[in-house]
């Protein structure tokens, strides 16, 4: 099969929607990462997504919908606090969990009696939503297991001869994937963290919002259980430090004992530490959580097609948008 690679014209995402609906697989931008789409209600269409992602089965997908209405037509019950969320966060990178009628193939929720729902905050996504005029089931567009793509180049190079089109529409703004927030259970639960953080949540609805990472038993958000997010070479990363001369003493420190063991050292840091002896340096601008989040995934590829031997990078604090950057690299590599 060959890929074509499409732009953000009309023409282009005119093209991409009829490929959807025809169900074909294309790629496409989000705000936070690349998606790879097929309209949800096809499952053939979703199967497909699994193959040529090498998606584990029982990892179900996020459902992306061009409107509230459409949401609600995939829903058995709209929780209390749906509303209130979606006036608020969509479109944006906040995910809902919502109890689904027969509307939805089990193939999209891998059997779960929830669903995953998402309006994305992007304008080439959302004139391709409103066109393809059915909700688009996506979930990252790389291969199972690698860091999520955050530019059109990064998913042509990993899924070219393997789906119909990719749509460019540049660098994803955000960069990490969106927050799950569950509303089956009596108070909400963050299932994976982003930046619309809990602080966030809980400003609008005036209720305790809870943090959850795995569940004992089936968990509720399964794809929370694998491994992600993570280059070839191994990632560490050096605990935060809140004093500023510490935790500078402690990432040379850390890539200078790298570099003795004879490794190539791949940097992903904020522009202070330029000049701190790694083999090649990815910068994370100022360091701001917003700016992790933003290079994270773009420069752990970067680093790992350098040939470097190791990756380092700093730790941030886990508060705010900086909890969902610690989770990400907790994902992607562990602490030294
Ligand atoms: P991805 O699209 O690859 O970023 O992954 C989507 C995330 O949403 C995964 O962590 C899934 O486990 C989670 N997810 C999707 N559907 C559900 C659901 N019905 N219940 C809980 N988590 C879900
Ligand atoms: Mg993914």
């Known amino acids: 099969m060959t890929t ?22 294309v790629a496409f931008p989000t705000e936070t990462v690349y998606g790879l789409g097929a309209n949800a209600l096809d499952e053939e269409a979703v199967r497909r997504v699994y193959e040529v992602k090498g998606r584990p089965k029982d990892n179900p997908m996020i459902v992306h919908v061009h409107t509230v209405a459409q949401a609600r037509e995939l829903m058995q019950v709209v929780p209390a606090l749906f509303a209130e969320l979606t006036n608020e966060f969509w479109p944006g990178p906040l995910t809902l969990i919502v109890r689904h009628n027969a509307a939805v193939p089990d193939v999209v929720t891998a059997g779960l009696d929830t669903v995953a729902l998402r309006m994305p905050d992007h304008s080439i996504t959302r004139q391709l939503l409103h066109e393809t005029a059915v909700p688009v089931a996506a979930p990252s567009a790389n291969i199972s297991g690698r860091p999520s793509p955050t530019d059109a180049r990064t998913v042509y190079a990993e899924l070219q001869g393997r789906i119909a089109a990719v749509l460019d529409g540049g660098d994803c703004p955000v960069g990490i994937e969106s927050t799950v927030l569950d509303l089956t259970t009596r108070e909400p639960v963050i299932l994976r963290p982003g930046t619309v953080t809990r602080e966030d949540l809980e400003d609008v609805i005036q209720s305790r919002v809870h943090f959850i990472e795995s569940y004992e038993g089936a968990p509720r958000s399964p794809g929370t259980k694998y491994r992600h997010y993570a280059p070839r070479v191994p990632v560490y990363i050096v605990p935060h430090d809140p004093d500023p001369a510490a935790m500078d003493a402690a990432l040379r420190a850390a890539v200078a004992a790298q570099s003795r063991a004879g490794w190539r050292v791949g940097l992903l840091a904020p522009e202070c530490w330029h000049d701190a002896g790694a083999t090649h340096f990815s910068s994370l601008h100022d360091g701001r959580a917003v700016d992790y989040a933003r290079l994270l995934y773009a420069g752990l590829r970067t680093l790992d097609d350098c040939g470097v031997d190791v990756i380092i990078c700093p730790g941030i604090e886990a508060v705010g948008v900086g909890y969902a950057v610690m989770n990400r690299l907790l994902k992607a590599g562990e602490i030294i």
């Open 4 to 25: 074509e690679l499409l732009h953000s014209t009309p023409h282009d995402i005119t093209r991409a929607a009829g490929l959807l609906r025809e169900g074909m697989l």
